[in-house]
């Protein structure tokens, strides 16, 4: 059947999965595939005015933003497939045959190393905050951040850091206050911490900082000792999908043994537990965000006027990169 189809469009908001459709296209070639890399938020409109309008949508929706993710799914938007791989997934990694969570993702802070010496370098939340307030110069107007106004991703971690963390407030004061540069684009982000823009990124994702680390060896990471957030990308198949087939074709690889091991060679730890890579042992503190409803309370629109209201009083003298993820 999914030969027959012989088609898959994935909409993404990760660019670092190129490798697994890669390998995926080594084993079936006959299916041609085609990704798509936008914004969480850009994500759900999509697949929501798709869907709304009776036309096809995309096969496959693959996002790290959980709670977007989760919302969809909930409003009917998913289609149920029950994947053979359902039994070897971790708990809180499926949710209701629907979602699943295809990796567990470290949340770190990046620096540049020439920027920042070693002893200054903050290695928990509270060695941040500490940082912030004692010596306000070191990184006023050299810290980027993402955008809780306009990445879903950054508001989900923010939620997370709010319920977590009893000074997530006063950090965040404490951030707003260093006039940060407010941002969408991770690779943006990361490109301003290797070239020196920017001395700091707070909350940024493990294997991607590692992927620019790579090539700049001027990039550190830190896991933070007091805490630090395990995200997965959630994928679910569209209820519109114009080729199913397929995306349960693709969706069984990615939970197989096979395409886990793909995904950890990247250097991106996956979800399954039976699955040997160098990245399989989890650093200490780690607390992961379950795929399921808890997620929805993200989205509750009074929660999240809350939220909005709350950073946006901490964040006034930030600034905010251009939406266009193009632009320097």
Known sequence: MARREGALQILT??????PVVDAFRLRWPQIAVHLLDVNSTQIAEQVRALADA???????????AMDVQVKLINDGYAQIYKSPHRTAMPDGSVWRDQGYGLTAEPIVFAYNRVKMSEDVVPRSHADL?????????????????YDAERSGVALMQLSADVQIYPDAWPL???????????????????????DGRMAFAYNMNQSYGASWAVGAPQIGLITPTDYHLSVSRVAFIPRNAGHPNAARLFLD???????QRVIGALG????????????????????????????????????????????????QVATRAPSDISAP
């Open 253 to 259: 690889f990615l939970l197989s043994r096979e395409g």
């Open 54 to 64: 009776g036309r096809k949508g995309p096969d496959l929706v693959w996002s790290s």
């Open 172 to 194: 965040m004061e404490a951030l707003g206050a260093s006039r940060p540069r407010l941002d969408t684009s991770g690779k943006r982000m990361m490109s301003q911490i290797a």
């Open 129 to 145: 905050l500490r940082l912030l307030k004692a010596r306000p110069d070191v990184l006023d107007g050299r810290i980027t951040i």
């Open 268 to 315: 991106i730890r996956p979800v399954r537990n039976d699955v040997d890579t160098p990245l399989r042992a989890a650093a200490p503190g780690a607390r992961p965000i379950r795929v399921g409803p808890a997620l929805l309370a993200n989205l509750d629109q009074a929660r999240r006027a809350r939220l909005l209201s709350q950073w946006d009083d901490a964040m």
């Open 13 to 18: 908001n990760t660019s670092l999965m190129g």
